[in-house]
């Protein structure tokens, strides 16, 4: 998701110097935002975090 989050943020800002991930570094290509990735992973993601 942080990856996702990062191309995301440097797709709507393209003159920002983007961030690393180091954690995901070289994984970039895999965690491109597009509508793909959004149906997939974004969408509903709140659903998945655990409430105590």
Do not use: C, S, W
């Amino acid at each position: 998701m942080i990856a996702i989050a990062i191309d995301a943020r440097t797709q709507r800002y393209p003159n920002e110097e983007h961030y690393h991930y180091k954690p995901l570094a070289g994984f970039e290509a895999e965690n491109n935002f597009n509508e793909e990735t959004r149906e997939q992973v974004v969408k509903n993601y709140n659903l998945l975090d655990l409430h105590i």
